[in-house]
């Protein structure tokens, strides 16, 4: 087989080899068409993201459904203002959850800059046994229906901090710049939401 050469395998028509440049070009031409002002085109730009978008702000905000609505609203109102900027780095719905994670984050931010909610007259003041192992708790069940329900009781901005911190993976002192909090408020803010959350969690085991 001296003298060969070898080719890319050739694909059938519809095959994967030619379907992946179709849709390229498909998505380029929904692209521009919805920077030409075309209505239509922009009302398909949202049908075909929307569902990504909307699961990725649901998971972030739970368990404060009342509100992905327009924070989605807000993460395509964005889009379309900053299309024309957008030069193809990375994936359309990876950029676009790029725009909904800052806008899940200015609802965090919002949510801890209010006054810090006062604890509970019998919820005692959080040791070492109390925050230990909390944070593992988060991050194991976060998907399950029973944190969803627990973190809806608590006050939102307990339920912010939390996922903030544990959820984003945000540091303290980030947390503290974004929110012109100090850093020991928010350490203080965070041993009252585990302490909260622990409380509730193990006042509702089976």
Known sequence: MSGDTLSAPESAPGGTLQSLPAALAAEQALLAAVLAKDRKAAAEFVSRYADPVYAYVSRRLAPRADRVDDVVQDVFLVAFQKLASFGGQSSVVGWLLGIARHKVEDVYRRQLREPDPLPDLDE???????????????????????????????????????????????????????????????????????????????????
């Open 124 to 206: 005692p003041w959080p040791g070492s046994t109390v925050e230990q192992g909390v944070e593992e708790l988060i991050d194991a069940a976060r998907a399950e229906e029973k944190t969803r329900l627990i973190l809806a009781r608590l006050p939102e901005a307990y339920s912010a901090a939390l996922l903030w911190r544990y959820w984003e993976q945000r540091s303290i002192k980030d947390m503290a710049a974004q929110t012109g909090k100090t850093e020991k408020a928010l350490e203080r803010l965070l041993a009252r939401a585990r302490a909260a959350f622990r409380r509730l969690w193990e006042a509702t085991q089976p």
